[in-house]
C-alpha cells in the first residue's frame, strides 16, 4: 500500500472513531468578557461587581483556550475561592453529567520568579443531600514554578458521581475552587472552558432505558429503532425535515392526514379490536418524545390510541384544551377513568408552551398504584421538571389503560382511522417504555437532548462547546465533507487543527 493510501485509510478510520462516541459538554464558563453567573465566594458578589473588578479579578487573553478571553484571578496566598451556583439548566446538565472539567494556565516566568507553586486545593461541591463538601482534595491541579518556566496549561478533570448520587433534590447545586499561591509564586492565575461533560449522546440514555418503541423519525420509510421494529406508516400530511430537531424530525401538516401510526400487529386495518395484546405495555407505561408546535386545534392531541369507539377513556393519550379553536391553552392527559361524570380528562395545570420552541414532555401511567388494582397515578414531566401529579380510580371505578383497540396515533385523536382534534409542527424522538420513567432519567434524557435538539447556529454549537467530535469543517454533521477537509487542511498545513485559525493555512482551491 502507497504511503498516500496508508495516510487516506488512516484518516478515515481516525473519522469513523471519532463519529462513533461523541461528548457533549454545557459550557458553565467561557468569560468572553461576561461572568457567566461566576461569583467570589468571600464576598458572595460576581466577579465583574465593583468591589471584585479589577482588583480581584479581569478579562484576560493569556490562557484563552476556549474563546479569546480568559479570566484571570489576582490572589496571593491562600483564601480566594471562585464560585458558581448553577441555573436550571445546568442543574440539569449536573444531574445528567458526572464530570466537571476547567481549564487552568499560569503565564510564562517574566525572569522574577526563582520558585513556588500555584494551584487548585480544593473543589469543594454543595447541594441538599450531601451538603458542603469537599470532592477533591489535596490539591489536584499544582503548577510548580522556576527561572525561566513558559506558561503552561493543564485542564482538571472532576469525577462528582458520588456526590451527585447522593444528592436529594437538585434544588440548588454549587461548585467552588479554592485557590492558593505561595513560595514567591506571582498572585496571577488564569481559567478559561469550564464546562459539565456529558459523556452520552440522547439515543443512548434512550436506550438505555429499554424502549418498546422509539421513532427516531431520521429517514423515510419510518421505523421503529427499538429492538422490536414495530409497524410505523407516515400519512400523506406527514414530511421528514432535515436538519430540524436532532438531526431529523417530523413534520405534521394540521390535516387529518398529517399524522403517524405505530402497530404491534404488522399492517392492521384500521378499526380491529385485539385488547391488551395490541398495547405496547399493557400495564405500566411512559410516552416521551420532543415537540415543537405551529399550531394546535382546540382540542389538539399529541398523541391518543384509542379504546372502545365513541369512547376515550381506557386508553394513554396526551394534548391540549385551548379557550377557542386554533389557540393554546392548557395540557390535558387522558386519565383512564369511568366515572359517573366522564371526566376522562386530568388537567395539571400547565400552559401549552406557545413560545415556537422545543419542548420535552413525558407522561407516565402508574396502574395499582400503591398496591390498589383501582388506581392509577399520572405524572407529566415538562423540559425535565415535574409539573403535575394525580391519583385517579376508585373502588368500583377503576383507572386503568386498555384495551387499545386501535393504532397509535401521533399528531390527532383517532377514531377507527378518522383523525381529528389534530397538531401542526414538528415531533422528534417519540419513545413508548414499559414500565414508568424515574423523575432522574427523565431529567438525564431532557439535558442531554437541550444539547443535541436543532442547533440555530452551528458555529454557536461549537461555542457552547457541544461540537461531534470528527466534525472538522464545523457544520454540525459528520460525513465525507469532513474527510474531504481534512485532506485538503492536510496538504496545505499537515495539521488540520490549525486549518481555519492559522492565518498562514490557507485552501488552495
Not at 450531601?130 to 478533570?157: E, I, M
Not at 492565575?189 to 436506550?207: C, S
Request: proline letters at 6%; glycine letters at 10%.
Amino acid at each position: 500500500m502507497s504511503n498516500r493510501m496508508k495516510t487516506v485509510t488512516a484518516f478515515c478510520a481516525a473519522l469513523l472513531m471519532l463519529a462513533a462516541a461523541p461528548t457533549y459538554a454545557v459550557v458553565i464558563g467561557d468569560w468572553e468578557g461576561t461572568p457567566d453567573g461566576w461569583i467570589d465566594w468571600g464576598n458572595k458578589e460576581s466577579v465583574d461587581s465593583a468591589n471584585n473588578m479589577p482588583s480581584k479579578y479581569q478579562y484576560a487573553s493569556i490562557g484563552a483556550t476556549r474563546g479569546s478571553q480568559s479570566l484571570k484571578v489576582i490572589q496571593s496566598g491562600w483564601g480566594q475561592s471562585l464560585s458558581i451556583q448553577l441555573n436550571a439548566e445546568q442543574r440539569a446538565a449536573f444531574m445528567a453529567g458526572e464530570k466537571f472539567s476547567i481549564d487552568m494556565t499560569v503565564a510564562a516566568n517574566d525572569g522574577s520568579i526563582t520558585g513556588g507553586y500555584t494551584q487548585i486545593h480544593t473543589v469543594y461541591m454543595n447541594a441538599p443531600g450531601p451538603g458542603f463538601t469537599a470532592v477533591v482534595t489535596d490539591a489536584p491541579l499544582n503548577f510548580y514554578w522556576w527561572s525561566g518556566s513558559p506558561q503552561r496549561t493543564q485542564t482538571l478533570v472532576v469525577d462528582y458521581k458520588a456526590f451527585r448520587d447522593q444528592i436529594t433534590s437538585p434544588d440548588y447545586i454549587e461548585i467552588v475552587l479554592a485557590l492558593n499561591t505561595g513560595g514567591g509564586a506571582p498572585p496571577e492565575m488564569y481559567f478559561d472552558n469550564a464546562q459539565i461533560i456529558l459523556p452520552q449522546t440522547y439515543e443512548e440514555l434512550v436506550r438505555q432505558d429499554n424502549p418498546v418503541l422509539y421513532l427516531k423519525f431520521d429517514k423515510i420509510p419510518l421505523a421503529d429503532s427499538s429492538p422490536n421494529n414495530y409497524w410505523v406508516q407516515q400519512r400523506t400530511g406527514a414530511s421528514l425535515a432535515a436538519n430540524i430537531g436532532m438531526g431529523n424530525a417530523i413534520y405534521l401538516n394540521g390535516t387529518s392526514s398529517g399524522c403517524v401510526a405505530a402497530s404491534k400487529i404488522n399492517n392492521p386495518s384500521w378499526g380491529g379490536t385485539y385488547g391488551d395484546q395490541y398495547s405496547f405495555a399493557p400495564n405500566d407505561i411512559t410516552f416521551e418524545f420532543w415537540a415543537k408546535i405551529e399550531m394546535m386545534e382546540q382540542y389538539g392531541m399529541f398523541f391518543q390510541q384509542i379504546g372502545p369507539y365513541t369512547r376515550e377513556d381506557f386508553a394513554p393519550g396526551f394534548g391540549q384544551a385551548g379557550p377557542a379553536a386554533n389557540t393554546l391553552g392548557n395540557l390535558r392527559i387522558l386519565n383512564g377513568t369511568t366515572d359517573a361524570n366522564d371526566l376522562d380528562f386530568w388537567y395539571p395545570g400547565t400552559a401549552t408552551p406557545s413560545d415556537g420552541g422545543w419542548h420535552h414532555y413525558v407522561v407516565t401511567y402508574d396502574e395499582g398504584y400503591g398496591g390498589n388494582p383501582d388506581q392509577m397515578q399520572i405524572q407529566l414531566f415538562l423540559d425535565g421538571q415535574l409539573v403535575g401529579s394525580t391519583v385517579v380510580g376508585q373502588t368500583g371505578l377503576p383507572a386503568r389503560l386498555g384495551p387499545e383497540q386501535d393504532h397509535l396515533v401521533i399528531g390527532g385523536e383517532n377514531n377507527r382511522g378518522y383523525i381529528y382534534n389534530v397538531f401542526k409542527g414538528w415531533m422528534d424522538e417519540f419513545a413508548i417504555y414499559a414500565g414508568v420513567l424515574s423523575s432522574e432519567r427523565v431529567a438525564a434524557h431532557y439535558a442531554q437532548g437541550r444539547l443535541e435538539i436543532e442547533p440555530q447556529n452551528c458555529e454557536q454549537v461549537f461555542q457552547r462547546g457541544q461540537g461531534l467530535a470528527g466534525d472538522f469543517n464545523r457544520d454540525c454533521m459528520i460525513d465525507l465533507n469532513d474527510f474531504v477537509y481534512i485532506a485538503q487542511s492536510w496538504l496545505v498545513c499537515n495539521d488540520p487543527q490549525l486549518f481555519g485559525s492559522d492565518p498562514l493555512c490557507e485552501p488552495t482551491w
